[in-house]
């Protein structure tokens, strides 16, 4: 059983989806791969599908979408996926050209014969889309590959989840990743809901993660601190360039940035058992602390005058100013001498 290569002490596995983004073009396709290379993300995904395989050549109705959907309003399901699906011959280059560029590739498939095709190249890992969580015979055939799997549960009911984490567990999985999504195009951040990831760690016992549809790196790093192991953009060279995922997904200088956001994220959490820290070793030394302020000499009664809390340390704490106060200093004392009760 392999397994995914990050986790929560290493940050987030960082996954560039490139979904429809290739516009209809497999040089477009390459050179996305190559841009995400250069932003230092770890995996780049695709979705195994065609029209005829995830949906029917009808119009009624049912088979378009919403017309009031923000992006795709209108339009017949087997139009989209037409114009959206990643050509299957057009796998082996990508896949390729990303492990050649050192990056995880991978797919997410939608029926059984992409699992079959998918097998062909032995993906490292297996992504479930939100809407077919409700796809138990699809999830069970994925586990029984004994590969890792990462489940979106977008759309999904608490028992719906439930029954799609016990399918994946009977099929075999043992590296089971639930991820938070808000399956809408683009997404708000106040549908996100991240307090499910952690509240799904408890309940299922298994890694959690975020499918981020939200325009921006904010709730991705929010996810990140949360504990997130796998978080999944949408990417492409230029939004400009249009595509019927362009308006939510990153440019490479964007997804750049979510990468380094990312790992200062996890890194920032550090321990609740550490308070000063040797990174304060200089900051610690110019606490106050009470110094002479005035020069005195011997037999003069400290006040609030000569006596005072300053920066740097190397004095008294500055609470004992009261009992210093009216003490006889013992000797002359320039201005700077740091107080100790040796003077008094």
């Known amino acids: 059983m392999s397994k995914l290569p990050l986790g929560p002490e290493k940050g987030p596995m960082i996954v560039a989806e490139i979904s429809g983004n290739h516009n209809g073009s497999l040089p477009r396709a390459l050179d996305i791969v190559r841009a995400i290379a250069d932003t230092g993300a770890h995996a780049v995904k695709i979705q195994t599908y065609t029209a005829d395989t995830i949906t029917l050549n009808v119009d009624t109705p049912a088979f378009r979408i919403s ?3 923000e992006l795709w309003g209108s339009r017949r399901l087997y139009d ?9 011959e057009w796998h082996e280059p990508i896949f390729s050209l990303a492990n050649e560029l050192g990056m995880i590739a991978f ?24 809407l077919e969580i409700v796809d138990l015979p699809l999830i069970k055939q994925v586990a029984e590959t004994g590969k890792p799997m990462i489940l979106s549960v977008g759309t999904g009911s608490i028992a719906e989840v439930a029954e799609a984490v016990a399918a994946a567990r009977s099929g075999g999985c043992t ?8 399956s809408s195009y683009p997404a708000q951040p106040d549908d996100a809901n991240l307090l499910r990831m952690p509240a799904m760690a408890q309940m299922f016992g298994t890694k959690v993660g975020l499918s981020d549809h939200t325009m921006g790196l904010g709730v991705s790093v929010a996810a990140a601190a949360l504990g997130a192991t796998v978080i999944e953009k949408h990417v492409t060279l230029r939004r400009a360039d249009g ?11 964007e997804l750049a940035q979510l990468v380094e956001a990312c790992d200062m994220a996890v890194r920032a959490l550090g321990s609740a058992d550490a308070w000063a820290t040797s990174a304060e070793n200089e900051s610690l030394r110019l606490r106050p602390s009470l110094y002479v302020s005035e020069d005195v000499k011997a037999g003069d009664i400290a006040t609030h005058a000569n006596v005072r809390s300053v920066r740097p340390g190397g004095g ?8 210093v106060v009216g003490r006889s200093f013992t000797a002359d004392s320039p201005a700077g001498t740091p107080v100790s009760w040796d003077l008094f």
Request: with cysteine; glycine share 2%.
């Open 67 to 69: 017309d009031d959907h």
């Open 80 to 88: 989209l996926y037409e114009e959206a699906h990643t050509p299957w």
């Open 107 to 130: 797919s997410t498939p939608f029926d059984e014969t992409a699992v079959d095709f998918l097998e062909t190249f032995d993906v490292p890992v297996y992504k479930i889309a939100s």
């Open 175 to 182: 590296d089971l990743t639930l991820l938070a999504c808000t």
């Open 243 to 253: 595509g019927v995922d362009s308006a939510f997904s990153l440019e490479p200088a």
């Open 316 to 323: 008294l704490p500055p609470k004992e100013i009261d009992r």
